[in-house]
C-alpha cells in the first residue's frame, strides 16, 4: 500500500491550493481517505474525509466552507483543495487511509502519505 | 468531543515502563487509536478500538481503557521509542487527535 502525494507548495495569502494523494497497492474504491494537517512545531488537525465512491464527506466546521475534497476513481488519487489561504493554513498536509473500509473509524488511519509542505506568505 | 492528553512531556530512560493517558470530552466506546511520530515523518498507528495492536507494532506496547478514559503503555523502553504520540477519537465527527505526549530521554 502507498500514498504518495503532490509536492510542495508556496502560496499567497488569499490564493487556493490543491493537493494531490495517488493511492496504489490495494482496492482503491473499499476505503475511506482522511485529510489531516500540521502546522510547523504543533500538533495533528483533523481536517476531513471523504468515503470511496465520493459521494459522502465530512469536513472539520473551522474549514467548512473553504475546503473540497474530491476523488478520482480512474486514477486512484484523491485531492484536497483549501480556499481563501491564510498564514495559519502553513502546513505539512498528509492523506492518511481509514483501515476499517466500510467499518469507518473503527481500525484508525494505517497508511500515510508523505506529507506535502504547503507554506502562505507574502 | 475533545481529547486531553497526559502528560504533555515526559523524560524516561530506556528500560522504564511508561503510560500516557488520554481523556475523552465525551464516552467514545472504544474508538480510539493512538500514533506515534518522530520528526519529519508521518504519523505511524500502532493501536486501534484502544486496546489492538496493529500489525507489526512491537508487544511492548499495550492499550486500555473504554468510554472516556485510555491508556498507552510502553513496558520497556527502546531507543527507537523516543517520539511523540498522539491518541485519536474515529467516534464522532470531526475524529479529533490528542495534542501530543513528547517523550524524550532522561
Known amino acids: 500500500v502507498q500514498l504518495v502525494q503532490s509536492g510542495a507548495e508556496v502560496m499567497t495569502p488569499g490564493a487556493s491550493v490543491k493537493v494531490s494523494c495517488r493511492a496504489s497497492?490495494?482496492?482503491?474504491?473499499?476505503?475511506?481517505i482522511h485529510w489531516v494537517r500540521q502546522a510547523p512545531g504543533q500538533g495533528l488537525e483533523w481536517m476531513g474525509l471523504?468515503?470511496?465512491?465520493?459521494?459522502?464527506?465530512s469536513y472539520a466546521q473551522k474549514l467548512q466552507g473553504r475546503l473540497t475534497v474530491t476523488r478520482d476513481t480512474s486514477t486512484r488519487t484523491v485531492y484536497m483543495e483549501l480556499g481563501s489561504l491564510t498564514s495559519d493554513d502553513t502546513a505539512v498536509y498528509y492523506c492518511?487511509?481509514?483501515?476499517?473500509?466500510?467499518?469507518?473509524?473503527?481500525?484508525?488511519?494505517?497508511?500515510w502519505g508523505q506529507g506535502t509542505l504547503v507554506t502562505v506568505s507574502s | 468531543i475533545q481529547l486531553t492528553q497526559s502528560p504533555s512531556s515526559l523524560s524516561a530512560s530506556v528500560g522504564d515502563r511508561v503510560a500516557i493517558a488520554c481523556r475523552a470530552s465525551?464516552?467514545?466506546?472504544?474508538?480510539l487509536a493512538w500514533y506515534q511520530q518522530k520528526p519529519g515523518k508521518a504519523p505511524r498507528l500502532l493501536m486501534y478500538?484502544?486496546?489492538t495492536l496493529q500489525s507489526g507494532v512491537p508487544s511492548r506496547f499495550t492499550g486500555s481503557g473504554s468510554g472516556t478514559d485510555f491508556t498507552l503503555t510502553i513496558s520497556s523502553l527502546q531507543p527507537e521509542d523516543f517520539a511523540t504520540y498522539y491518541c485519536?477519537?474515529?467516534?464522532?465527527?470531526?475524529?479529533?487527535f490528542g495534542q501530543g505526549t513528547k517523550l524524550e530521554i532522561k
Open positions: 492518511a487511509r481509514d483501515a476499517g473500509a466500510i467499518w469507518l473509524g473503527e481500525k484508525g488511519l494505517d497508511f
Open positions: 478500538a484502544a486496546s
Open positions: 465525551q464516552g467514545i466506546s472504544n474508538y
Open positions: 485519536q477519537q474515529l467516534h464522532t465527527y470531526p475524529y479529533t
Open positions: 497497492g490495494y482496492t482503491f474504491t473499499n476505503y475511506y
Open positions: 471523504i468515503n470511496p465512491s465520493g459521494d459522502i464527506k
